[in-house]
């Protein structure tokens, strides 16, 4: 396996940790534990004869594993990224005041499972590098608007923009709706208008024939 022991922490107390081989790795990284600063984020990786310890900490939570050298950075701090979710969606606030190995019984397998995954799965190292490609996308995007920015196309302006243009659409629609109902009422009337015509006609042409206005010889 690349990734052979991991942990989650919160300052020096452990709170989950697996390893699938039998190492020293337990006391190094607690060593590890106390040189990190506990107020500051961070990234960091030590050596230790073949093996690199990667750390990430976020927020006061650590999450540690130690993996061969032969790994490099991306797998094991995408591990790390992984597991770190995984806590704190699964746990919330509980990881703030939870005590040593309180979520070991459970998260030891998580961390078992997420090992044998970044480790042996091809699939993992796919979706590192098309995280990554998603987050160069984002960079990009981030550039982009600052060059807009750069520009003087201030963001306040273009939303500006963006709601007096819903503003005329909405009016559009109105004055669309009130133009077919007018046309739709003028029409109605010219059809009550050319009914009540014909039915004048009729009527003629019938007391023409009948000799009469009250239809004297149609009516016997």
């Known amino acids: 396996?690349?990734?052979?022991?991991?942990?989650?922490?919160?300052?020096?107390?452990?709170?989950?940790?697996?390893?699938?081989?039998?190492?020293?790795?337990?006391?190094i990284a607690r060593q590890i534990l106390e040189k990190i600063p506990g107020t500051n984020d961070s990234h960091v990786s030590y050596s230790q004869d073949r093996y690199i310890f990667h750390v990430k900490r976020t927020d006061g939570l650590t999450v540690l594993c130690m993996a061969d050298d032969t790994a490099g950075r991306r797998i094991p701090f995408a591990f790390l990224e992984d597991i770190h979710q995984k806590f704190v969606k699964t746990y919330g606030r509980a990881v703030h005041t939870a005590a040593a190995y309180a979520m070991n019984d459970e998260f030891s397998r998580v961390l078992s499972q997420q090992m044998d995954y970044y480790s042996n799965d091809p699939n993992a190292d796919r979706i590192n590098r098309l995280k990554g490609e998603m987050n160069q996308v984002r960079n990009v995007m981030l550039e982009n608007i600052?060059?807009?920015?750069?520009?003087?196309?201030?963001l306040d302006l273009l939303v500006g923009k963006t709601e007096n243009m819903q503003g005329?659409?909405?009016?559009?629609?109105?004055?669309?709706?009130?133009?077919?109902n007018t046309v739709w009422w003028?029409?109605?009337?010219?059809?009550?208008?050319?009914?009540?015509?014909?039915?004048?006609?009729?009527?003629?042409?019938?007391?023409?024939?009948?000799?009469?206005?009250?239809?004297?010889s149609c009516i016997k």
């Open 1 to 27: 396996m690349t990734i052979l022991y991991a942990l989650v922490a919160r300052g020096s107390a452990v709170l989950a940790e697996f390893s699938s081989t039998s190492t020293n790795a337990n006391a």
């Open 146 to 154: 600052d060059k807009v920015l750069d520009r003087g196309d201030r």
């Open 168 to 180: 005329n659409t909405i009016r559009f629609r109105k004055q669309s709706r009130r133009f077919r």
């Open 186 to 216: 003028r029409n109605v009337k010219l059809t009550v208008t050319l009914i009540f015509i014909l039915l004048v006609v009729i009527y003629i042409v019938i007391a023409f024939i009948c000799h009469g206005v009250t239809l004297p």
